[in-house]
């Protein structure tokens, strides 16, 4: 039966030992990561892998529905996966969720931050200031504000890794996608600015950047 495996890119970034170098599939075991929009696409499909390679995983997104289909999706696996309805715009919520994957694993191991919107699709120039505001609220901001929260839970365990995802959109923005491409840019910078902060404290931030994807998101 195939099973998904970590992309070279988040193994390195998790500091995950290379299958080619003697590593093995379950070079996570024993850590916790918590995936945010881990219920489809990008990070339903990282949130599998991670479990596959041994992590307890918590996930989360806007809807219960999905959370919940995606959790029994994962657990029809074997894996070790929780969850809740979660809006990482809203500060609440964000607490909520983090004292949630806490509760319910013990720890914090990994954050990967992938929640992100794009509610505009059109000209730049078209897009208004409410449209940016909420487009940098949780493309950005969100995940800043996340990586504050799950810092001194990381440093509990003796450090941690996080993962910031940004965008091939961040290097060279798309036509029509200006806030998105944007934000995902001002998603490098974070990563640029938090990485040496962090180091020193045991916890190692770094970015990734898909191209574009078959995903319902990436559907327009």
Known sequence: ????????????????APLSSGGTPRSLEGKVAL????T???????AEALGVAGARVFISSRRAQNV???????????????GVPCHVGRAEERERMVQAALDTFGAIDILVSNAAVNPHFGPALEADESTWDKVFQVNVTAAAMLVRLVVPHMEKRGGGAIILMSSIAGYQPMMGLAPY?????????LVAALSPELLPR????NGVAPGLIRTRFSAA
Not at 40 to 46: A, C, K, N, R, S
Not at 75 to 80: A, C, D, K, P, S
Not at 202 to 205: S, T
């Open 1 to 16: 039966m195939w099973r998904p495996a970590l992309p070279g890119s988040l193994r390195a970034a998790l500091g995950a």
């Open 181 to 189: 491409s944007v934000s995902k840019a001002a998603m490098l910078a």
């Open 35 to 38: 995936v945010t929009a881990g």
């Open 40 to 46: 489809d696409g990008i990070g339903l499909g990282v």
């Open 68 to 82: 919940q289909r995606a959790v029994e999706q994962l657990r029809g696996r074997g894996l070790q996966v929780g």
């Open 202 to 205: 045991g916890i190692r931030v």
